[in-house]
C-alpha cells in the first residue's frame, strides 16, 4: 500500500495516523517532492476509475492561474488535465491510497481510510 500525502495537510496526516493505529504497512509518497509523472498519474487514475478532473484541487492558486475551470472534461482533453498534475502537483487532492489488491482511492475521510484498508492492506 501506497499513500500520496502532503505532510502540511491535515488530512494526510489524519489517514497516517488512521493506518498506524491499525498497524497496517504502508510506504509515503511525498509527492510534492516525489513528483508522480504522467503516466504514473494515468496509472493511478485508472485505480481510482476517476477523471484528471476529478482528483484536480481547482480552488488553488495554480488551478486559477491556469484558468482550468474554463477548460474542457473531455476525453480530448484528459492529457492537458494529466500534463498540469504532473507539472503542478499541488493540485492533486490528497490523499491518495493504492492498496495492494489493485484498486486505489482518494482517502479524505476516515471511511476511505478504513476502506483502503479493507483491500489487501498488509499488517506491518
Do not use: F
Amino acid at each position: 500500500m501506497e499513500i500520496w500525502i502532503n505532510p502540511a495537510c491535515s488530512k494526510c496526516r489524519s489517514a497516517i495516523s488512521l493506518l498506524d493505529a491499525e498497524g497496517v504497512g504502508y510506504t509515503v509518497r511525498r509527492y510534492l517532492e516525489d513528483v508522480p509523472s504522467e503516466d504514473e498519474i494515468r496509472a493511478v487514475l485508472g485505480r481510482l476509475a476517476l477523471e484528471p478532473w476529478d482528483i484536480t484541487r481547482t480552488q488553488e492558486a495554480a488551478a486559477k492561474e491556469l484558468g482550468l475551470k474554463d477548460w474542457a472534461r473531455d476525453e480530448h482533453s484528459r492529457d492537458r488535465w494529466i500534463r498540469a498534475l504532473s507539472e503542478h502537483p499541488k493540485l492533486i487532492q490528497r490523499p491518495i491510497i493504492t492498496a495492494d489488491d489493485g484498486t486505489a482511492l482518494v482517502a479524505r475521510t476516515e471511511e476511505a481510510v478504513r476502506e483502503a484498508i479493507g483491500h489487501g492492506a498488509t499488517s506491518g
